[in-house]
C-alpha cells in the first residue's frame, strides 16, 4: 500500500496539469464547429472586388493580416517610409489624420507617431492590431457571412492561442520527471517507490501532452481560421486575381500583400530591394497609383527585418512577428492561408 500511493499521487497530478489543455483544445473545436453550422449557406459569395484590402487581409490572417495591409497602404499612399534600413518607419505629413484617412486602423498608426520622430515597424505593428478598426472589419465580415464571430468564441480561441507556452513547461515538466525516477529507479538509494511514480507520471504527462498536440493540429492548430465555406471561397477566388507582378496599381499591391503577408513578401525580397536606389525610392515614399514588387517586398523585409543565416531573422512565428500579437486587441489572427506560395 505505500508503494501504490506515490504511484497513484504522480498519476492524479499527471492528469491534473494535463487535462485542462486538452479540455481547452476540444471545447475551442466544438465552439468554433457549431458556429459554423449555424451559418447558412450562400448561394451568392461576395466577389473580391466587392471586399476592402483589409477585408482579404483578416479573411487571409486574421488581425495580423489586417495590421499589415494598413502599413503597406500608409506606405504605398506616401504617409509612412523607410528612410533607413533599421526597422524604423517615419511619418511624411501631419501626425493628425487627414480627411481623406477615413479607416480607423490607419487614423490609429497615424496618432501612433505623435511627438515621435519614427517608430520601429514592431511597436507600429502593434499599434494597428490593437486598433479599434479591427473590430470594425470583422463585424463587417461577419455581417457579410464570411466570418463566424462571438465574443465567446473569440475567448475560446484566445485560451487557445496561449496553449503553445503552456506544452512547452509541460513537456519540460515530463522530462524532468521521466529522467529523475530513472535514476532514482537505477540508483541504489532507497526511493520507497517514488522513483517508479515519476518515470510512470512523466510519461503519462507526454502522452497526454502529444496526444493533445495531435488533437490541436488536426482541429486548426493553435489559431485557427474562423472563415466560414463562403469566405474560403473568396480567399481562393483572390488568389487567383492578384498574383504578384512586377508592377501593380497600388489597389492589387494591397491586395496582394493581403493574401501573401509580410512573412511572405520578406522571403521574397531580391538583392535590388535591399540596394541604395530602393532605399532612395522608399525616403521619397511619394504616393503613386502603381508601385514596384521590389518596393513591397523591402517594406515588409524593413518592418520585420532580413531574413536568412547571415542576415538574421528577428521575428519567427508563422507570421514572421513572433509570438504577442494574437491576443492584442479584438482580433484573433487567422490561421495563415496556403492559397498564395
Known amino acids: 500500500m505505500d508503494s501504490l500511493f506515490p504511484l497513484l499521487a504522480a498519476l492524479a497530478l ?17 465552439a468554433l464547429r457549431l458556429a459554423r453550422t449555424r451559418v ?34 500608409a506606405r504605398l499612399h506616401g504617409r509612412v517610409c523607410a528612410p533607413t534600413r533599421d526597422g524604423f518607419l517615419a511619418l511624411v505629413g501631419p501626425d493628425e489624420p487627414r480627411t481623406s484617412e477615413k479607416e480607423k486602423i490607419r487614423r490609429d498608426i497615424v496618432r501612433a507617431f505623435r511627438g515621435r520622430a519614427a517608430i520601429g515597424g514592431r511597436e507600429l505593428m502593434r499599434h494597428a492590431v490593437a486598433s479599434r478598426g479591427i473590430d470594425r472589419v470583422r463585424s463587417q465580415l461577419h455581417a457579410r457571412r464570411l466570418i463566424v464571430d462571438s465574443p465567446e468564441l473569440r475567448a475560446s480561441l484566445a485560451a487557445r492561442a496561449r496553449l ?51 488533437a490541436l493540429g488536426l482541429s486548426g492548430g493553435l489559431r485557427p481560421s474562423v472563415n466560414t465555406p463562403a469566405g474560403d471561397a473568396v480567399l481562393a477566388e483572390s488568389a487567383e486575381r492578384y498574383p504578384a507582378s512586377e508592377t501593380m496599381d497600388t489597389d492589387h499591391a494591397l491586395r496582394h500583400t493581403a493574401l501573401a503577408g509580410f512573412r511572405a513578401l520578406r522571403l521574397a525580397a531580391s538583392p535590388w530591394s535591399r540596394s541604395r536606389e530602393a532605399a532612395a525610392q522608399d525616403m521619397a515614399a511619394a504616393p503613386s497609383e502603381t508601385c514596384a514588387l521590389g518596393a513591397v517586398h523591402r517594406f515588409a523585409e524593413v518592418c520585420q527585418g532580413p531574413f536568412g543565416p547571415r542576415r538574421g531573422a528577428p521575428y519567427a512565428g508563422v507570421d514572421g512577428w513572433g509570438r504577442g500579437f494574437a491576443d492584442v486587441g479584438a482580433g484573433i489572427a487567422a490561421a495563415p492561408t496556403s492559397a498564395v506560395r
Open 164 to 214: 503553445r507556452g503552456v506544452f512547452l513547461r509541460l513537456f519540460a515538466v515530463a522530462l524532468v520527471a521521466v529522467v529523475t525516477g530513472f535514476c532514482l529507479d537505477v540508483s541504489a538509494v532507497a526511493s520507497g517507490g517514488w522513483g517508479t511514480a515519476l518515470l510512470t507520471g512523466g510519461i503519462t504527462t507526454g502522452a497526454v501532452v502529444a496526444f493533445t498536440r495531435l
Open 14 to 30: 499527471a492528469l491534473v496539469i494535463t487535462v485542462p489543455p486538452l479540455v481547452t483544445v476540444l471545447r475551442s473545436a466544438e
Open 40 to 73: 447558412p449557406e450562400s448561394s451568392r459569395p461576395s466577389p473580391p472586388e466587392d471586399l476592402t484590402p483589409l477585408h482579404l487581409g483578416y479573411l487571409a490572417g486574421g488581425a495580423v493580416r489586417t495590421a499589415e495591409v494598413a502599413l503597406m497602404e
